[in-house]
């Protein structure tokens, strides 16, 4: 297997994966996603328990759920939503209405919101530890670096100026599937939606689980990292502008945070990063397949939570047998 990437190597954070909160909220994201997505989150979680064993390095996985919280001058907008999802959520992956104590019990840091419902079939992972960890597990694949695909055709690519023939090319650039002098034949209509995060620590504060608050305007979610590290986020902008976190950005998500777990106040900003998300018209994924070339895109915000799964459909509706030879275009 040939992998080309335009990164310069395993540590490079150029993909939006490297900016991500690495949630696996199959039920959570009912609420901008069908049940095909819904599956293939679940699914994944099955196989990202598998994946992430056998790599090196013993990467973060956990499988504690996640919260829905909102304050109570937000309920009619939170209970809108929770009734969406538990519409199209089967039954065991509902959410589940907490009272204050049951909410306590699970989160004691958790202080404000007086709303809360908890979905037990969730979890997280930390793409900040999977990225090196995927590649240590893929070392005996031929890895090009610095190698951006200019074209991708039916067995074929471009890439440093050069055509590379395989039995079979996959196509997972995103954004980079697009071409530059606008839409062109064969290719998906791809945009990026910006997504703003932080990284926060705060060795007092303990969370087990990621939580969501529900608000008229925002989903800001806080999920849990090693060392008493938090990932910050929410929002997500039709731009797409690579340039710093916005001021708005910052004073909305630290101070919703804030009124989740007040100990955050004397957290310390580690680290704030943006990024494109590769999104279709619809908001939902797609696989698209030909002879000798599978493209893949509009993973949209449920990236890690469905790419175990995905590329498993990929793979099999290729026909191609493990061990494979081919080509993939990141």
């Keep these: 297997m040939t992998i080309f990437d335009p990164a310069d190597g395993p540590q490079a954070r150029g993909a939006a994966g490297w900016t991500a909160a690495g949630m696996l909220s199959p039920s959570a994201e009912l609420e901008c996603s069908d ?3 819904f599956q293939d989150g679940l699914d994944s979680i099955k196989m990202w328990s598998e994946i992430v064993a056998a790599l090196p390095g013993a990467p973060d996985f956990a499988r504690h759920g996640s919260l829905l919280l909102a304050h109570r001058g937000d309920g009619g907008a939170a209970r809108r939503l929770v009734d969406l999802i538990e519409r199209k ?6 959410p589940r209405p907490l009272d204050a104590e049951s909410l306590g019990e699970l989160e004691p840091d958790v202080h404000g919101p007086s709303l809360a419902w908890f979905l037990p079939h969730e979890g997280a992972i930390d793409p900040t530890q999977l990225m090196p960890a995927l590649y240590e597990g893929a070392k005996t694949a031929d ?3 610095s190698r951006t695909v200019k074209e991708v055709g039916t067995g074929f690519l471009v890439a440093g100026g050069l ?3 395989f039995d079979h090319v996959f196509d997972v650039r995103g954004l980079g599937q697009r071409p530059a002098k606008g839409p062109a034949a064969g290719c998906m209509d791809v945009r990026g939606v910006r997504g703003e995060i932080f ?16 608000h008229p305007r925002h989903r800001v979610y806080i999920v849990p990292r090693r060392d008493h590290h938090f990932v910050i986020g929410a929002s997500e902008i039709e731009s797409e502008d690579r340039s710093p976190v916005s001021l708005r950005t910052t004073v909305e998500l630290l101070a919703a945070a804030h009124s989740v777990l007040p100990g955050l106040a004397e957290a310390r900003i580690v ?5 494109l998300r ?5 908001n939902l994924p797609r696989i698209e397949q030909a002879s000798g070339l599978t493209r893949i895109n509009g993973l949209f915000r449920h990236g890690w939570m469905i790419a175990p799964a995905m590329a498993e459909r990929a793979i099999i509706q290729a ?3 493990f061990p494979s030879r081919g080509a993939t275009a990141a």
């Design 35 to 37: 049940l095909q997505v």
């Design 89 to 94: 959520a089967p039954e065991p992956h509902r």
């Design 143 to 145: 890895w090009r670096w």
């Design 163 to 165: 055509r590379h023939v």
């Design 199 to 214: 990284l926060v620590q705060n060795r007092n504060v303990r969370l087990a689980r990621p939580v969501r608050l529900l």
């Design 271 to 275: 680290h704030m990063e943006t990024n």
């Design 278 to 282: 590769p999104a279709l018209r619809d």
């Design 319 to 321: 026909g191609i047998p």
